[in-house]
């Protein structure tokens, strides 16, 4: 069993991947992504492929845009000496948010075993395209350069966003949004999908609805236990036809009364022992999302400040245009 990181570049990958190859065959190596032992996460092949509702529109004819959104409220909590090494890049997207992204875009696998999940899996990896830095933004908060041990001019990110592509046939054209960050307004685990809009010609009272009132989407809360809510509109009670966006929501509390579910680590140390590797990280699958990461990793654009307690630099408006961040109601 081994744990976080795997590398911190492509080279060091696959530096590792080679040592350890040395001594175990992949078949015998189990990489924690305790992000992959959530029940909420697993949820996403069920929700995905086990319902005629949802299955048929899981693709760029029906959706517009994919986010990812995983901000933190906690600071470094003292961990100098790991983050100014690691950054928020590292410590999360290349490792749990893109391994949630390989479950939200995957194909359907064949069967439910280890070789065809991450077989699939593998797929969307290879065809991300490599990260654009012109299409990413990195933030510090303000205050970070004054913890202790951290460089008075450290270029090391507390936050990020990016915009990811997937070059194949059921995502061309739709991109990803990718957001985590330390010392933001509120912890969440979020995905969501942004569904494209019909003409609306018919119903000329949405003409008065901004955008964000006239959301169609389906969100998938994956922090433990979950939650999975889906956003339309429906006809407002009166004589005129007017809308207004409304939600139905699934919470795993209500319909499961709080099953014993294990942990991430729980679950994934219990699949360990079993000796099934569903759930876990394979050798390619790391360095193929090194590789994807190199240009960003050569090519870093600089940190911008941010507020703690806001959602992060002004700029991610800009890098999501002409899409708008999900945030809770209340929140812009």
Partial sequence: IIEKPFGTDFESARALAKIVHSVFDESQVFRIDHFLGKESVDNILALRFANGLFEPIWNRDHISHVQIDVPEKISIEGRTQFFEGTGTFRDMIVTHLFQVLGFVAMEPPTRLSAKALRDEKAKVFDALHPIDPSKVVRGQYKGYRDEPGVDPHSQ??????????????RWAGVPFYLRSGKSLTQRRQVVTLGLKE????????????????????????????????????????????????????????????????????????????????SLFTRSDEIERLWEVATPLLDDPPPVEFYEPGSWGPPSIKHLIAPHKWYLPDGHE
Avoid at 200 to 219: K, P, Y
């Fill in 156 to 169: 090391t990110e507390t936050f990020i966003a990016l915009k990811a592509e997937i070059d194949n046939w």
């Fill in 198 to 277: 019909p003409t609306l010609r018919m119903f000329e009272s949405v003409t008065h609805l901004s955008a964000g009132e006239r959301r169609n989407d389906v969100m998938i809360d994956f922090d433990d236990p979950g939650w999975i809510a889906v956003r339309f509109l429906a006809k407002k009670p009166g004589p005129e036809m007017r809308l207004r966006e409304v939600e139905m929501t699934f919470n795993y509390e209500d319909s499961f009364h709080r099953m014993h579910e294990l942990e991430g680590y729980e679950r994934l140390i219990l699949e360990a022992m079993i000796g099934d590797q």
